[in-house]
């Protein structure tokens, strides 16, 4: 059966479009979205016709047109290739030679991020980074909402301080001190959510040439930020028990790193979290070559009481951590409410480059984050979203291996998997893109983008019943070979 050209509906009096017409603009289209991204072969011809229900000669025409607008590359004998239309040079960190990988000054991460804000169906995103809203409490935002309507409407009118709304910061300093962490109010600030907080991280201490240590894979999100700030950035390798230690140690003692940024909690996309020795050993590292640890929380919640792992800013008290938690994963994903916890010089300065680059971070969610935390209802609606996870945790690990997919852990909490798929990953994701699925290609996981079979799955949002019959369609085209 021929699958449609998906079009954005035309106005009754525009012309009709040609088949080749109709190709040129799916192709444009997919290419603009950076479905099919630059390097990328396109599908072959034969195949194209075949998915399309047009003819060879239709697809050779759309994609001699394709050629001419720019948008793609002929090479004989191989196939047409997506051309890399920003011919964007990339900038080399002062401290790169010939024995030294050159930094990549960006990192390609938009295609995903507008296709994410575009879903509208939840389960149809695998590849998404936060909660259906079906399973988030709406009530939970509105009561706090009226409770706030009911106050003086003089209170919501100023600007707010740069540190964040001092009564929420009391309540954070409670609630780290239940993670075991000392914290006075004057050592956290307010952000909008970690991507902030690693934005003004890096302001404040990356300079160009600086090495950064990231996962290898991890959060792709924050590679640009430091990659444009002129950072050399160094991948640490995960093992199904964590961050390869040894690695680590190589990597510090030859490239003296400025930061290290982990997730010590239910890591994305791994799902591995430390043990009290790992967190002490990186510590330990951290003292001997002299580099700040950013301690990336946004996950910590998902754990219930009791789960095995070990927070690194519960042994250091903030000497040389700097800790980072935000509510976007429970609460709501716009609800712009993050923090950080550090050292009171580190606080200040972090509050400053704050104010500097948008003077504060809206009272208004502050206000309403407070209001939540302090009406009683947040714990227990954190432990219906750990249970619904608990629900879904093992009918999807046995989709995916039922599919062929190998399972990098076993995590026992958290929303992630990360499966070795078998076939290239931007291929598969591109294949879930023309069925209507999001899927998160393994590749942006790494800071060098390289090619990989791995992909992170979203636990969540992999019950729509035609997830395995995709995967396994794809998985026999391609021979089950990368």
Not at 16 to 23: A, E, F, G, K
Not at 189 to 212: E, K, M
Not at 466 to 481: E, I, N, T, V, Y
Request: hydrophobic content about 40%; glycine content about 8%; charged content about 20%.
């Amino acid at each position: 059966m021929s699958v449609p050209l998906d079009l954005i509906p035309a106005p009754h009096d525009a012309p009709q479009l040609t088949l080749v017409d109709q190709l040129v603009q799916w192709g444009r289209r997919r290419i603009d979205e950076r479905v099919f991204r630059p390097g990328m072969r396109m599908p072959s011809i034969r195949k194209l016709a075949l998915d399309k229900g047009v003819s060879r000669f239709t697809v050779v025409e759309a994609y001699e047109r394709l050629v001419a607008h720019g948008y793609l590359d002929s090479r004989r004998g191989s196939g047409f290739y997506v051309r890399d239309r920003a011919a964007a040079t990339p900038v080399a960190s002062p401290l790169a030679s010939a024995e030294r990988e050159p930094v990549r000054s960006t990192i390609d991460v938009v295609w995903l991020l507008r296709n994410m804000l575009q879903t509208s169906s939840p389960v149809k995103g695998p590849g998404l980074g936060y909660l259906p809203t079906q399973w988030l409490d709406g009530e939970l935002i509105t009561s706090a909402l009226r409770s706030m309507s009911r106050q003086s409407g003089a209170q919501l009118l100023g600007f707010g301080t740069p540190q964040g709304f001092l009564p929420l910061r009391q309540q954070l300093q409670t609630r780290l001190a239940e993670l075991e962490i000392g914290a006075s109010t004057q050592q956290i600030v307010t952000v909008s959510g970690i991507t902030q907080a690693i934005d003004l991280i890096a302001r404040l201490y990356v300079q160009p040439g600086d090495t950064v240590i990231v996962g290898d894979p991890a959060w792709f999100q924050m590679f640009g930020r430091f990659a444009s700030q002129g950072a050399r950035l160094v991948g640490m390798p995960y093992t199904p028990d964590g961050p390869d230690l040894d690695a680590l140690e190589t990597m510090v003692q030859t490239w003296r790193p400025k930061m290290l940024v982990v997730n010590s909690v239910l890591q994305n996309p791994t799902g591995t979290s430390l043990t009290a020795a790992q967190a002490f050993r990186i510590l330990q590292l951290a003292e001997a070559y002299d580099f700040i640890v950013v301690e990336d929380d946004v996950y910590g919640d998902l754990a219930p009481p009791g789960y095995s792992a070990t927070r690194l800013a519960s042994l250091d008290q903030l000497k040389r951590v700097i800790f980072l938690g935000s509510f976007s994963k429970t609460l709501a994903a716009n609800l712009r409410v993050g923090y950080v916890a550090a050292s009171a010089e580190v606080a200040k300065a972090l509050a400053d480059q704050k104010m500097l680059v948008g003077m504060t971070s809206p009272e208004l969610n502050e206000r309403v984050l407070y209001k939540v935390l302090t009406e009683g209802h947040y714990r227990r609606h954190v432990e219906r979203l750990r249970g619904r996870l608990d629900g879904v945790r093992e009918k999807t690990a046995r989709m995916l291996e039922s599919t062929g997919f190998r399972l990098f852990s076993q995590p026992l909490a958290g929303m992630f998997f990360w499966a070795d798929t078998g076939v290239d990953s931007e291929a598969l994701a591109a294949a879930g893109h023309e069925a209507g699925f999001l899927l998160t290609p393994g590749s942006l996981f790494s800071p060098h983008q390289s090619p990989t079979t791995w992909m992170r799955f979203n636990i969540a949002n992999c019950g729509d019943p035609a997830l395995p019959a995709l995967f396994a369609s794809h998985l026999d085209k391609a021979g089950r070979r990368v």
